[in-house]
C-alpha cells in the first residue's frame, strides 16, 4: 500500500509541480550554472543509486555529508531552497523509479563508514531510504551517526500507514531540519 501511496504522492507531485520545478531550474542556472545536485548514496540493502536535489551548495564543494562542509558553501538561494525544504523536490524522481520513499531513513553517503556499520547492524537497509522520517522530524541529522542509525530502526520498528502520514504531515508543517553545514 505505502508503495502504492509513492507512486502516486510522487508522480501528482512531479506533474502539478512542474512549473514550480521549472522555476527552480531557471533561477537554479543563474545561482550556480549547474541547478541539480545528483550523488552516490546508499540504497536499500546497501545499493547505490543516484540522488537527486536542487543544488544549495557551490559547484566546487567538495562531496561530503552536510555537517562536514562549511556553511559558507551554501548559496542564499541555496539557504531559501535548504530552509523551504524545495531542494528535496527532485528527489520526488528517486520516489517514482523505486528507489526511494516518502518515509524512510535518509540515505547516506558511501563515505560515511560509521553511519553505514550502525545502520546495517541494526537492519536499516531492509528498507528504501526516504525524503523525511523520524530522524528529520527531530532534528537528527548525519553528524550523530549511532543515534541516527537508532532512530532510524526505531522508525522502521513502528512503521505504519498512520505512521506514514504522521511523518509527511510533520515535515509539511515544518517541524525538524535538513543536515546543518558546519559554521
Known sequence: MIRL?????????LAFGAP????????????TGSPI????RVGR?????T????RTMAKETQSAASHLV???????????????KLDELPQLWNVLKGEMSLVGPRPGLYN?????????????????PGITGLAQVNGIDMSTPVLLAETDAK?????????????????????????????
Open 112 to 128: 560515511q563508514l560509521e553511519l553505514t556499520e550502525a545502520r546495517e547492524k541494526l537492519g536499516v537497509y531492509k528498507v528504501r
Open 70 to 84: 562549511g556553511e559558507v558553501s551554501i548559496t542564499e538561494y541555496g539557504r531559501l531552497l535548504r530552509r523551504t
Open 37 to 40: 545536485f545528483a550523488q552516490q
Open 51 to 54: 540522488l537527486y536535489k536542487f
Open 5 to 13: 501511496l509513492d507512486v502516486l504522492f510522487s508522480f501528482f507531485g
Open 155 to 183: 522508525m522502521i520498528a513502528m512503521y505504519s500507514l498512520k505512521t506514514y502520514f504522521k511523518l509527511i504531515i510533520q515535515t509539511v508543517r515544518g517541524n525538524g531540519q535538513g543536515d546543518a553545514a558546519v559554521k
Open 20 to 31: 514550480i520545478i521549472a522555476l527552480l531550474v531557471v533561477r537554479g542556472f543563474f545561482d
Open 45 to 49: 540493502e546497501q545499493t547505490p543509486f
